[in-house]
RNA sequence: GCGGCUGUAGCUCAGCGGAUAGAGCGUCGGUCUUCGGAACCGAGGGUCGGGGGUUCGAAUCCCUCCAGCCGCACCA
């Protein structure tokens, strides 16, 4: 089905043509109509006319028969009012649609959303929470939208650090460093590590040879290194569960994956005469950039010792991602501090040929997470807020919560409740502000059953719910006609149409944040209509259209929570 | 110094070049003998950091200044 918005909007469109091909009618939602097109004091401007007359002109072209009335008012505004017939049938058709009204892609595209990318051997802390929400629920917003998603944990694996670890490995006895690092004790592991690396001289050098035997592919070596992965990668599964993240293993592929492929990189880069030598490393200068003396800026793709910078296996990656996985669009949902090296590896991978200008690549920035201080969060000894730490602390709060509103479920049902809202509330606090700014995390304030808060939502769903339970049988639509006579239920009937502008808006702008705004505006819209119109001491028609609003406002939010990641329990 | 991001109500935040800048929390007042009160309705509260400019129209675009955060060559 077309959606309301895009009824009026090909109507208005076909009347802006005859003045001018392609002109914008800035059709938005509004308080003085239902609707308002905005686009004709601009055009007005363009072809030199007064914008009362275009406004008379486009309202006598445009067929809106059926559609909408319309009204110009002020210097050109047009305001419209949707036919009631238009919104019958408009809500008619989302009964039988599990999609509400929103399109899927005719085109699916392949995505390639890089997320997450925790550390091996390190704990997953507040610092990976945004990366992780962020991506998972552009992924699911893709899916969602109809395209084909490959999602890319690109986890820190390799490197330096990796020589002492290993040799702490062997101090400990594989059995009992893989028992530790299995319970998720991963920090103190890796402190351990440090600790000894710093004191100890000789296991310095051990670790030293330990790099150099892992990076030349000695199999014992690298057997260790993998027990290290492996133990790594199940704790973080199992984060992503309690998150209920949808990344899986197959999409760890961490910095290690791209090793065989980087010398090609040089090579490349270096038939394609881009290569630079400086101060004995191997450099890409892409224009543009400078540094703090004003001096061209490297990106450095191989170490003066050799070794391989990041920006290798950064472009490595890409290629692959180009050539071997089809990507029409790469997405990097990455903190906002790597900006500056992301920018000049897309241009060196766009210098060198590797990205094609028909693929999209886009650094989803986001901002960082405070404490109440406003400063960088961490704990009150200035650690790193572990991820399941913060998990557990808002599933204990939950719980209370619930215990001290009289829950009646039992102990079982009652944690994996808790549980759900817990991760509602986190996850919205962080999708729910606009991405690239930073937000204060207030645990009391995103787990409050008041407010613009994720177990808001759920509360409001799960109170439709429970209209439907309390109807002791089986509801279907049947055949439904909306009236809409009463205005809390004609106002709750625009929000349910204008879910696909709601989806829509926010997924090609990339901010979830703008969804969230759509279902909060949604269950409000709900709030008002439940408190002013009874739904089952209502009769006949009048009791089946409410049910029907309801029945929509249920699936709604659902869906909408669904694609950002977060549950819509049947009853709380 | 250069580059990027930010500055909107007491607090936390929305705001897509459009009409009177909106929510949530908090405050004050009200509703309803609760289809789940974790509710609803209303009030108060604003030099949109300052100053210029573009425009019929600027919180939104441009310039400049102030304040804050982040990045700027071999750790990823």
């Given at each position: ?8 909007l ?8 005859t ?13 003085r109509?239902?609707y ?16 009362r ?11 809106l ?21 238009l ?5 008619v058709?989302?009964?039988?649609d ?11 595209s ?15 802390h507040?610092?990976?929470?945004r ?11 893709y899916r ?7 999602a ?19 101090d ?12 998720g004790?991963?920090?103190?592991f890796?402190r351990?590590?440090?600790?000894k ?8 050098d ?19 290194w ?8 199940a ?18 592929v ?13 090579r ?5 005469g881009?290569?630079?030598e ?10 543009g ?11 450095i ?26 990507a ?9 501090p790597q ?8 241009a ?10 028909r ?9 960082n ?24 602390e ?9 215990l001290?509103?009289?829950s ?10 808790a ?6 509330a ?5 999708l ?8 204060v ?28 339970r309390?109807?002791g049988?089986?509801?279907s ?16 009937a625009?929000?349910?149409l204008?879910?696909?502008?709601g ?22 819209r709900f ?8 739904v ?30 977060i549950?819509a329990?049947?009853?709380?």
């Open positions: 089905m077309a959606s309301t918005y895009d009824v009026l090909a109507r208005l469109q076909v009347a802006f043509d003045l001018e091909v392609g002109a914008d009618p800035v059709l938005r939602t509004s308080d109509g239902d308002q097109a905005n686009g004709v004091m601009a055009l007005a401007k363009r072809v030199g006319r007064a914008p007359e275009v406004a008379d002109e486009i309202v006598g072209r445009a067929d028969e059926g559609v909408a009335s319309v009204e110009v008012a002020g210097p050109g505004f047009l305001n419209l009012t949707l036919n009631p017939k919104l019958n049938d408009q809500l058709a989302l009964l039988d599990p999609r509400l009204g929103v399109a899927s892609a005719p085109a699916p392949t995505v390639i959303i890089d997320y997450s990318a925790p550390n091996v051997a390190k704990e997953m507040v610092g990976h929470l990366s992780t929400v962020i991506g998972d629920a552009l992924a699911r917003m969602f939208a109809g395209h084909r998603v490959i890319r944990n690109h986890v820190g694996d390799w490197g330096t650090p990796f020589g002492m670890l290993i040799e702490h490995l062997l400990l006895g594989e059995d009992e460093a893989a028992a530790n690092l299995s319970i004790d991963l920090d103190s890796y351990a590590a440090r600790v690396f710093d004191a100890d001289d000789t296991f310095k051990r670790s030293r040879a330990r790099v150099v035997a892992l990076q030349s592919g000695d199999p014992e070596t690298r057997r260790l993998r027990i290290l992965v492996d133990q790594s990668i704790y973080f599964d199992r984060v992503y569960g309690h998150l209920d993240v949808t990344l899986t293993p197959e999409d760890v961490g910095e290690s994956y791209y090793n065989h492929m980087l010398e090609e990189v040089v490349d880069l270096d038939r394609r881009l290569l630079v400086s101060d004995g490393a191997l450099c890409v200068f892409p224009p950039f400078t540094n703090r003396d004003g001096e061209p800026l490297p990106l793709i191989q170490k003066r010792d050799e070794g391989f910078g990041y920006a290798a296996s950064d472009l490595a990656a890409i290629r692959d991602r180009v050539s071997a996985l089809h029409d669009e790469l997405l990097y949902v990455v903190g906002t900006a500056q090296h992301l920018e000049m590896v897309f060196v991978a766009r210098l060198a040929g590797w990205l094609p200008d693929v999209r690549c886009e650094h989803v920035t986001f901002g997470v405070l404490g109440p201080d406003r400063k960088m969060f961490k704990t009150r000894g200035g650690e790193t807020v572990k991820l399941v730490a913060l998990l557990d808002a599933i204990e709060r939950a719980d209370l919560s619930l001290r509103r009289g009646e479920l039992k102990a079982k049902q009652r944690v994996h409740l549980m759900q809202i817990a991760r509602a986190i996850k919205y606090a962080d729910s502000t606009e991405r690239q700014h930073d937000y995390f207030d645990l009391d304030r995103m787990i409050a059953f008041e407010g613009d808060t994720g177990p808001y939502l759920q509360y409001a769903h799960a109170r439709l719910r429970s209209i439907f309390r109807l049988e089986p509801w639509a049947g055949s439904v006609s909306f009236s809409l006579g009463a205005g809390e239920e004609r106002h709750l625009l929000g349910l204008a879910f696909p502008e989806f829509e808006m926010s997924f090609a702008a990339l901010q979830p944040h703008r969804l969230c705004v759509y279902l909060f505006d949604l269950a409000q709030t008002a209509f439940y408190d002013a119109c009874p089952l001491s209502s009769v006949g028609a009048l009791r089946d259209e409410r049910l029907a609003l309801c029945d929509l406002t249920a699936r709604t939010l659902s869906l909408g929570l669904s694609v950002l990641g549950d329990p049947e009853q709380m």
